[in-house]
């Protein structure tokens, strides 16, 4: 009787043993894809910020991204560098593919946010009220649209719109205070650019340089850079960029 016991005892443990040593593996697997996850996403955003274009090439040719992400969180990441290069044909196309897709609520969030970005500057005022307003539907549907985070990015909305549709001038006091409180470089350049947009609005052409200046300053590698430098050339075409 003790040695079938034993027998027993002998043949769980190689079981056990073998689903410690399974699980293992799978939770190191696991950690690696978060690992490779989170650096991948780290040089996408890089890339979209100071080279949309090899960004661009990546997303098309990397297999392992495929491996990686789900569809619309590359679809979206395509998007963004689309309108970074300007190739509104393949952003509208891209919009339409995502709006077809089943997303998640975080995708939904992020589709809208662009949405509006990119309706805004390509100077298409009702579609981009129209993400404007669907983005508060989203947000006050799932009852977070008075939490501080989400309400920024209602917030964030609204200037998008003031500035870029209404050329809402009424906006500059805001936008110069926000510009000298906000620690990150970036946001602090596209606020200025935002700045210089709406001083070329009220005909200020003074204003229009000096903070078309300091948002160079704040963009220089970003693919705003050469946006800054035509402005300061050409004041004019602020009007649509």
Known sequence: MLQRIGSLLSVSWY????????????????????????????????????????????????????LLYRK????????????ALGEDGDARRTISNLRKMKLEPRDKLELYQKELSFYASSGEGALAKQARDDLRAFLKEAKVDKEKAYAEILNE???IIGVYVDHDTGLMKKLIGRAEHTKNDVMRGITQYRIAKLAWFKGDAAMVQTYLSRAGKNLQGTWYAPMIEEA??????LETQ
């Open 15 to 66: 079981w056990i043993l073998i689903f410690v040593v399974m699980a293992a593996i799978v939770f190191f697997l696991l950690q690696l894809q978060a690992s490779l996850r989170e650096q991948m996403a780290k040089t996408i955003e890089t890339l979209l910020r100071e080279n949309p274009g090899l960004c661009l090439e990546r997303l098309n040719h990397n297999r392992r991204l495929k």
């Open 72 to 83: 619309p969180v590359l679809e979206l990441w395509r998007l963004d560098a689309y309108m």
């Open 157 to 159: 909305a609204d200037i």
């Open 232 to 237: 300061k050339a050409n004041p004019s075409v």
